[in-house]
């Protein structure tokens, strides 16, 4: 770990420079081959901003060294029947290839947790690539771990379906 001094915000979606920032980051992502490795297409780069900003559940932390953004998490509440309680739904997690292993990501899961924890959420949840053993590493380090509810049950595995079929 780095002393990179690194300060968290969280997003206001209609703030010019915070906006920007997000979706540089979330370009880079996407770019990534553990995130497609494909850039946005341009309905999503027009839309992501305002449609964030109108989702109640929506919640976006920028981490920045200095006026830089260098690490992003997009998350969202959910809700635990089975605990009649909230849960936050990390769904991207980014810290820029620049600045990998010097502890941004690290900070980003602490602040998304605090904000959990503030709004009475009974878990975080997150998904990951099987393959991303960078990733991985950091939830471990973190506290995360997969999913079970017994050793006879198996580990939850998360599905999708595609609804649109141009993607």
């Known amino acids: 770990m780095s002393n990179v001094e690194i300060n968290i ?3 206001n979606y209609r703030h010019p420079k915070q906006g920007a920032d997000l979706l540089e980051l979330m370009q880079h992502y996407a770019k990534d081959p553990m995130g497609g490795a494909r850039p946005l297409p341009d309905r999503v780069i027009e839309q992501l901003l305002p449609t964030l900003a109108s989702t109640p559940t929506a919640l976006s932390l920028l981490a920045y ?3 830089r ?3 992003l998490a997009n998350c969202f509440l959910a809700f635990s029947t089975f605990n009649c309680a909230p ?3 990390i769904h991207d997690l980014v810290v820029h290839s620049s600045m990998r292993r010097q502890g941004i990501g690290q900070q980003l899961l602490a602040v ?3 904000h959990a924890k503030a709004v009475g959420c009974c878990k975080i949840t997150l998904e990951v690539l ?3 053993l960078t990733a991985r590493e950091a939830y471990v380090k973190a ?3 997969p999913y079970q509810l017994r050793a006879d049950t198996g ?3 998360f599905w999708q379906k595609r609804l649109d079929q141009g993607q």
Do not use: D, R, T, Y
């Open 155 to 157: 580990i939850a595995e």
């Open 69 to 71: 953004a260098v690490g």
């Open 9 to 11: 915000v969280k997003v």
């Open 130 to 132: 099987s393959q991303n």
């Open 143 to 145: 506290g995360f771990a």
């Open 87 to 89: 849960i936050l739904n």
């Open 65 to 67: 060294q200095g006026e």
């Open 112 to 114: 998304a947790a605090q």
